[in-house]
């Protein structure tokens, strides 16, 4: 049976397990190895299951913890080119572990598992989402950091049983809040983070497309409310005619580790 977990989601740190029973892969570092491994334990999943960490792009909050985390557990980092230099800027790559290239529009094959890249729009050297098809055909994509929805990821979106989508700010409370000007359009821009309203426009779309679960990850501390984010995206797929808990399983991810692991 597939499994899935948000252990950690916010611009704090990130870090997913998609896999089975006996083993996974790790989608970002975002935060200290310890507190990953601490968070994989605290669902029954030994960290030596992990035979793969897939990096989405090159901020800290989704590489903090990579060196210690791969190094420790020797496995190989997988992650765009542009996202490997910035990842060599930061100093978070080590000869105590392998670093490999993701191959433009081919799979990765991680033991029974195909771990597929897609390209987002975010201000980084060269971003990427994934998808995770599972032994028993199941997928779950990872879709955060994105600036707005293009048509690549969408089709790549479309189809899949489990999606993490990012449902970063709402944009009265971004307009109105504290951030500086600069920040406020950076968040705002074709290459910052996706709103809650672009999220519910793509989350209709999805489960109207056979996604059963779907999780809102990436949100603001500063800019959103896990209840806003929640409504937003319900609200939008009601007028659909999907009926909560029967047809979909709509969740938010929270910023610390005490999601409970999910198996679909």
Known sequence: MARFCSLFSSSSGNA???GTASHGVLIDAGVSAKRIRTALADRDIDPK????IFVTHEHSD???GIRVLASGLGVPVYATEGTLRGMADADVLSEKFPVYVLPRGEDVVIDDMLVHAFTTPHDSNESCGFIVTLPDERKAAIATDIGHMTNEIMQNLLGCDLVMLESNHDVGMLENGPYPYFLKRRILSDTGHLS???CADVATQLIDHGTTRLFLGHLSTEN???ALAFQTSYA????TGAVLDRDYILK???KENNEDLVRF
């Open 236 to 239: 939008a797929i009601q007028e």
């Open 16 to 18: 997913t397990f998609v």
């Open 196 to 198: 809650n309203l672009a």
């Open 252 to 254: 938010v991810n929270p």
């Open 49 to 52: 299951s992990i035979r793969a």
């Open 224 to 226: 959103n409310l896990p």
């Open 62 to 64: 989704h590489i903090k």
